[in-house]
């Protein structure tokens, strides 16, 4: 069985590679289930299992409407309908909102970010029976924060967070967990690269070491494009050792959301990112550890602007496909698509959302109705469409 699995990998690698081409297919769009829809601004959906009930459940922050959110998975009975819903604080221009356990009590808690006026990183968390937010005062009104993720990089004190930003003082940074991580005058900011505006932050172990690195799409400045950064490991870290940059590729692109998996089935992990106007960069990874990059040239007569793209099997024939959100999305546009591979052909291009819907954001994947098909979950900004998940009809 090994020698034709191998063999099979090669022809599909050659696939994808021959043929860059997308192509309209026309489909009807999928049914959408709203989970909330009554405040402004949603931007963005992080996972995670807030409840222990073993079921992922959603956090929002409301760029507008001022407040994050957990939206609570009820399961596949009642998936259709709005969400049981927690407000975990009240804060103004939140852009980033992901759930973590900062103090190791075993419950997951929130850390968000703002932009605007506000520029800080705030940690939402349960005391005495009651949701409190608290900032950072090492990231308080210091730069518009873009992006979080939460890991242990310096081996002590459990999880840090490697956050990123945009607009004046830009950077990709991270903030060093004390020894109590409830003591927050005692969290440490340190650089690790200037930045001009970073739309996504990853964390993947890229050069197979055993650690976390960075990877991030930077969308302004002086170097655009996708890159990683080289995580030099927990001991080189309480050093405060600079972090080794690599280039990925979309340089001198302006780079939205970045996804990461097997695009092409060979086993190496890819590399795709939306950029503007309306493409979808692919990264290939190659043996030697390298990248080959190919253009999708999406059908934009009938699509917005770039926003945010996502890796994952659509309808069930083993090939991993694309989905694609847009911004700008005006008049009879459409705000989200879904791209699938062909074996030996071009991708098609089919609808999914329609034209309702002006300003979408990244994207989650999730068997919400129990068929055993990957539904779709985002958020849309502008037309007040809130948070929602589109059904799957491909079985």
């Not at 009975?77 to 909102?97: F, H, R, S, Y």
């Not at 927050?184 to 930045?195: E, G, I, V, Y």
């Not at 591979?341 to 068997?367: A, R």
Request: hydrophobic share 40%; aromatic share 8%.
């Amino acid at each position: 069985m090994r020698p034709n699995l191998f063999l099979a990998a090669l022809c599909f690698t050659a696939s994808v590679m021959a043929d860059d081409s997308v192509i309209l297919a026309p489909e009807a769009p999928w049914n959408r289930h709203t989970i909330d829809n009554t405040s402004r601004g949603a931007d963005g959906v992080k996972l995670g299992d807030l409840n222990k009930d073993g079921l992922p459940d959603i956090v929002t922050g409301w760029e507008e409407g001022g407040v994050v959110r957990v939206y609570l998975n009820p399961g596949a009975a009642k998936a259709c309908e709005p969400w049981p819903q927690v407000t975990m604080g009240e804060v103004k221009n939140v852009e980033e909102a992901i759930f973590t356990d900062l103090d190791g009590d075993g419950e997951l808690e929130i850390v968000s970010g703002t932009e605007g006026d506000t520029r800080t990183l705030y940690w939402h968390r349960r005391v005495e029976g009651a949701w409190t937010t608290q900032p950072f005062p090492a990231a308080t009104n210091t730069q518009m924060w873009m992006q979080a993720a939460a890991l242990d990089l310096d081996g002590q004190h459990g999880p840090d967070l490697l956050v990123a930003s945009k607009s004046k003082d830009a950077t990709v940074s991270w903030l060093q967990a004390p020894q109590k991580a409830d003591d927050l005058k005692a969290w440490s900011l340190h650089k690790l690269r200037d930045a001009g505006w970073v739309m996504s932050l990853n964390v993947h172990d890229m050069d197979g070491d055993g650690d976390a690195d960075a990877v991030f799409s930077d969308r302004k400045g002086e170097r655009t494009g996708v890159f990683w950064l080289e995580n030099p490991g927990a001991a080189a870290n309480r050093e405060y050792v600079p972090w080794k940059e690599h280039a990925i590729g979309g340089l001198g692109k302006q780079v939205m959301f970045v996804d990461l998996g097997d695009v092409n089935g060979d086993g190496l992990m890819d590399v795709a990112v939306a950029a503007k106007p309306v493409e979808i960069v692919l990264c290939l990874r190659k043996a030697d550890g390298g990248w080959e990059e190919h253009e999708l040239k999406l059908k934009g007569e009938n699509l917005g602007d770039a926003k945010a793209v996502k890796i994952v099997h659509v309808n069930g024939d083993k090939l991993p496909d694309l989905l694609f959100t847009c911004e700008n999305a005006r008049g009879k546009l459409e705000g989200i698509v879904w791209l699938e591979q062909q074996s030996g052909g071009p991708w098609q291009q089919h609808t999914l959302g329609g034209p309702e819907g002006l300003k979408y954001d990244l994207m989650q994947t999730l068997d919400l109705d129990g068929d055993g098909d990957l539904d779709v979950i985002t958020c849309e900004e502008r037309d007040q469409l809130g948070v929602f998940w589109y059904e799957n009809p491909h079985k």
